[in-house]
């Protein structure tokens, strides 16, 4: 597999390093805790808010940094946890008066550290809280977790508590928007590849020409079961007959619909598959009154998607309609 990597031990820090540079205005990079942070930070009028997880899943987390969204992220490895020393090193410093809160994907190397990271910190005197998400309708249980995977709709919850922060909302408050926003989000996504991570050089998994790997996690763990590909129309109805029943997102709702990219598919079929998923929706008499297409939470290189829906009120719309100023843009 063909990738740009000098050293593969090196690739996040070179990673890290490209995306400072980029942004030297706003953003700055701590090398000793694979940290990036607000260059403002910490703001003593705001709650700071924190993502870690693994690398490879960019933007997710490193490029949300910025006004609105998160004010720090500390990325492990790729596919890799942060160490615990990392976490807690990055609530020291972001933290600020009105405390810290940190966000975690639902996979127990991630849980474990940020755990452990709080209990030193709040012996340490800060005042910080823990947020899991757990999106992920394919599984209960998978290879790295127990329960239910966090995936592309962390941004959501990201938004949402992001933004409150930013008009003053104190720890409790947005400790209660983010268990609200993640209690209404639900995901599942379909791989038609496997993904090559820098340090491996060859595929986590293997799959054929013709087939997809039905509720993949992004981390490459298996799904609910390998199937036959089939058409873009069917693959849609895989993923809406997953996620819609449980909440159950139900005729007269309003919605976020969200189609993530996984790394390596075309913009033109998120697209495609956005038009069928908006009109199948539709045609249950759910209106979708947010709309997101684009690469979010990716698997390094996989080829494939995944779709979210978010049951809308006027609370988060509010919050998913406030302004940020994040890396991750294209003009």
Same mark, same amino acid.
């Given at each position: ?18 995306? %400072? ?36 899943? /960019? ?36 933290? #600020? ?20 990271? #709080? ?76 993904? *090559?991570?820098? %340090? ?11 087939? +997809? ?17 089939? #058409? ?25 619909? +969200? ?39 990716? #698997? ?7 779709? *979210? ?15 940020? /100023? ?6």
């Amino acid at each position: 597999m063909k990738k740009f990597v000098n050293d593969p031990k090196n690739f996040v820090p070179e990673m890290l390093k490209g995306i %400072a540079l980029a942004n030297p205005d706003t953003l700055k990079y701590v090398p000793e805790y694979n940290l990036i942070m607000r260059a403002d930070a910490p703001s003593h009028d705001k709650v700071s808010i924190v993502q870690g997880s693994g690398s490879g899943h /960019e933007p997710a987390h490193v490029m949300v940094v910025g006004k609105g969204m998160l004010d720090a992220a500390c990325p492990g490895d790729v596919f890799a946890a942060p160490p615990m020393e990392y976490v807690l090193e990055t609530a020291k410093l972001v933290a #600020s008066d009105k405390g810290v809160l940190l966000l975690v994907n639902n996979y127990t190397g991630d849980k474990m550290a940020f755990e452990m990271a #709080s209990e030193l910190a709040e012996a340490e005197g800060l005042d910080v809280r823990t947020l899991f998400i757990n999106d992920d309708v394919a599984v209960q249980d998978s290879t790295w977790t127990v329960g239910r995977r966090g995936v592309a709709g962390n941004f959501f919850v990201m938004k949402a508590v992001g933004a409150a922060s930013e008009q003053g909302a104190d720890l409790d408050e947005l400790v209660r928007i983010g268990e609200k926003v993640n209690s209404v989000t639900r995901t599942m996504g379909i791989a038609l590849t496997p993904c *090559t991570p820098p %340090a491996k050089g060859s595929p986590l998994f293997q799959l054929g020409d013709d087939e +997809m790997e039905v509720g993949v996690g992004i981390h490459g763990e298996p799904g609910r079961r390998r199937a036959k590909l089939v #058409s873009a129309d069917e693959i849609v109805d895989e993923l809406l007959g997953a996620v819609v029943p449980d909440l159950p997102y139900a005729s007269g709702d309003d919605v976020a619909l +969200m189609i993530n990219g996984l790394g390596g598919t075309p913009i033109s079929e998120l697209y495609l598959l956005y038009g069928i998923a908006h009109e199948k929706l539709a045609a249950q008499g759910v209106t979708v009154g947010r709309s997101y297409v684009g690469e979010y939470c990716t #698997s390094l290189d996989m080829a494939g998607a995944s779709l *979210t829906l978010v049951q809308l009120d006027d609370e988060i719309r509010a919050l998913l309609e406030a302004p940020a /100023e994040i890396a991750y843009r294209v003009f």
